[in-house]
């Protein structure tokens, strides 16, 4: 089976990596999967021609036939593998740029503070010991501190090159994932074993190894495997089946085998022995169907026609509903056959248009009503039934069109009950039914809103994981503040959450005001700094103390952990599980920006700087609402800084820093036009103004009387303390 499934995997890399090809085989299969269950119900029962069932007539061949038997083919390639093992080789590029990078930080910061903190006079023993048992989580003695703290470069690189030098010795001979500890004792015996490493270098150089992550070396080589199978499998020769003319492929009475069925259906004999017109019929039906739908999504909805996992959810919602026609058609639940035939009314049609709706468009939501009602009108041959799905989808799709949260479902669903129930009654008058007849159909319409809430609900955070898709509904759960994530930077970074929830309002009003969404870009906000949650106090909003670590380090390392905060954010994004859109703006909402106040200070003292070491190394926003949570983020965090501006000058302010970014191409590759960027600026500034607005001057008596009253406060605070 694992061979089996290696073939596969092979043949998807070499034949699939194309997005245009991998859609006309998702076409093809849906094409097909619709046009199956379809031909399952229009297609009378005949004579099948299937392994194991007993031939009711001799057949022969009418024909001379040579062709390949793809599944004897198949079993002499799995074969042909089955020796075979995969190839493997010497990798050492996760190591080099994770490990030693690893232990390389380590030592910098060990120089950092032994060295280059020497030139300050006032910085003592006692203080850089201070320092290293902040940076680093290691057990060694006070003596061993003291003697770190007092290392010399030249010492500190002899004693980084040794311990890089021991490491390499034992990885670049190929270390593989099962072999990563032994690997380690190895590199640790080593340096143990070095009599010219001693005392507090051997202790820290064994610390760094030891809390360093190592990677395997010895991997496989996916492209010289799949290579060398192909040359495998490019050596065995198809299994080919030949058949005489006249030749009796199967006599009467005779059990089928599956040789006797491949042939059988090489000469023609279909499963079905004659499924005439009637399967041409419903298959150009299924591609009109198709080429209308295609066709409106590429006129009206160019973003999820685009999208390859959007186009799969919806041929999956459309023959996941469309299958559901036979199930509930063939439940019986009267033995009066009149009433047993409203069943019809109970087809969960509004189930898929909710689902389409919630996932995907309401428009699209509308379209797939009018097919799902025309299939339904086509399995049933009775316009009522039609008539009622389409109503009841349309009630589904329109409830919820705008979806807040989990109950708008429940509410969607009663709408499609009261709305199924009136449309059954008025067809019962219409059609002069009984009262009894109607009241069942009744039922079955009021049953019908209340199943397909149930099955929405259900099926929906499912569908919203397997799909990457993020819908409403979970972005308002995101929204929660005690959501682990919000509740940490809360308690561990106030200044920061402080700060996201005003780019918050920000960016809601912005994207509002240029019919983006808001609520995308809110939790995009919420959530756009949580990577400073690993060092918040690098950050001003969070330095309450008035001390600025900053102020100690170099611009270079200052700009390193400014801008690791974004890979920080996105690692835990991934695991918390945030939503690829989340993500997503988190990536983005710097861009490749400059971080002009170190870049800056470094040029004061080094001219020769180069800019692309200060910049963000991150895609730029990719769409509207990564954009504005941009714009957002620049603008609250620069704007807290204007002290009594006017309302005048702080629009001034804003426009001058929404053009600093598009002047950087920050906006290059996003839709936004010069008018939204003028609608976001106004934004801005009213939010901007509400928040910042000015005081008033109270007079001398309403002073005095504050001034009282706070008095009288603090005392009754007191006693209650006491």
């Keep these: 089976m694992g061979k089996l499934k290696q073939i596969y995997a092979s043949i998807i890399d070499r034949y699939f990596q194309d997005k245009k090809r991998r859609m006309i085989v998702w076409t093809g299969l849906f094409f097909a999967v619709l046009l199956l269950i379809l031909s399952s119900h229009f297609v009378p029962e005949r004579t099948s021609w299937e392994v194991g069932r007993v031939s009711s007539q001799d057949v022969q061949a009418d024909r001379y036939l040579t062709f390949v038997d793809e599944q004897g083919t198949l079993d002499r390639q799995q074969e042909a593998l089955e020796s075979f093992q995969d190839i493997y080789k010497i990798d050492l590029e996760k190591f080099n740029s994770i490990t030693i990078t690893d232990i390389s930080d380590s030592f910098a910061k060990l120089e950092e503070i032994a060295v280059d903190s020497q030139t300050d006079e006032e910085a003592t023993t006692v203080d850089k010991i201070a320092q290293l048992h902040d940076v680093f989580e290691f057990t060694l003695g006070a003596d061993e501190w003291a003697a770190l703290a007092n290392l010399s470069e030249a010492d500190i690189q002899w004693l980084y090159e040794r311990g890089i030098d021991y490491a390499i010795n034992v990885m670049s001979k190929g270390v593989a994932q099962a072999d990563l500890e032994g690997a380690r004792e190895k590199i640790v ?21 030891n809390n360093v992550n190592l990677y395997p070396t010895y991997v496989l080589d996916a492209e010289a495997t799949a290579e060398k199978k192909s040359e495998i499998l490019a050596t065995v020769e198809p299994e080919k089946i030949t058949v005489q003319k006249g030749e009796l492929v199967v ?200 199943i397909s809430s149930i099955f929405t609900m259900g099926v929906l955070p499912y569908l919203e994981n397997m799909f990457g898709i993020t819908t409403s509904i979970k972005l308002l759960e995101l929204a929660n503040p005690n959501q682990p994530l919000l509740k940490k930077l809360m308690t561990e970074a106030p200044g920061t959450y402080h700060h996201c929830i005003l780019v918050g309002n920000l960016g809601e009003a912005a994207a509002e005001a240029i019919g983006a969404n808001g609520l995308e870009v809110r939790l995009g906000a919420y959530y756009h700094d949580i990577g400073k949650l690993k060092r918040p106090y690098f950050f001003a909003e969070n330095q309450f103390s008035g001390h600025n670590p900053h102020d100690t380090i170099t611009p270079q390392l200052s700009t390193l952990i400014i801008t690791s905060h974004v890979k920080d954010g996105i690692e835990m994004a991934k695991e918390a599980k945030l939503p690829p859109v989340i993500i997503q703006m988190i990536a983005q909402h710097h861009g490749d920006s400059l971080v002009s106040y170190f870049y800056a200070k470094a040029k004061e003292a080094d001219p020769q700087v180069k800019e692309r070491d200060f910049r963000y190394e991150q895609p730029k926003p990719q769409t509207k609402e990564a954009a504005i949570l941009m714009m957002a983020d620049t603008v609250e965090a620069a704007v807290r800084s204007k002290k009594n501006a006017t309302p005048g000058q702080i629009e001034g302010f804003i426009r001058t820093l929404i053009k600093g970014k598009l002047n950087d191409g920050q906006f290059d590759e996003c839709e936004l036009t010069f008018r939204d960027l003028d609608q976001i600026a106004t934004a801005f500034t009213r939010v901007i103004n509400g928040i910042y607005h000015k005081r008033i001057e109270y007079p001398p008596q309403a002073n005095e009387l504050l001034k009282l009253q706070e008095g009288q406060e603090m005392k009754h605070d007191s006693s209650n303390h006491q």
Excluded: W
């Design 189 to 209: 015996q080593s340096i143990s074993n070095d009599k010219y490493i001693t005392g507090a270098e051997e202790k820290f150089l064994l610390a760094v190894i």
């Design 251 to 450: 006599r009467k009475g005779e059990i089928l085998t599956e040789r006797q069925s491949t042939i059988l259906q090489q000469l023609g004999y279909s499963q079905s022995a004659s499924p005439g017109l009637v399967v041409l019929g419903l298959a150009i039906l299924a591609a009109i169907m198709m080429l209308v739908v295609r066709a409106f999504m590429m006129h009206f909805t160019p973003k999820i026609y685009r999208d390859e996992k959007q186009i799969v959810l919806l041929m999956l919602l459309t023959v996941s509903t469309i299958f559901l026609y036979d199930l509930f058609l063939s439940l019986t639940l009267s033995s009066i056959a009149e009433r047993a035939a409203q069943v019809g009314y109970l087809i969960p049609v509004a189930m898929g248009t909710m689902l389409i709706t919630i996932l995907l468009d309401v428009r699209l939501g509308i379209v797939a009503d009018l097919m799902f009602a025309v299939f339904v009108g086509l399995y049933t041959e009775n316009p009522s039934f039609a008539v009622v799905a389409l109503i009841g989808g349309l009630a589904g799709s329109l409830g919820v069109a705008t979806l807040g949260q989990r109950s708008d479902i429940s509410r969607a669903a009663l709408s499609i009950s009261a709305i199924n129930a009136c449309a059954i009654i008025a067809l019962g008058m219409v059609q002069n039914q009984t009262p009894d007849v109607v009241a069942f159909g009744v039922v079955f319409g009021v049953f019908n809103g209340l």
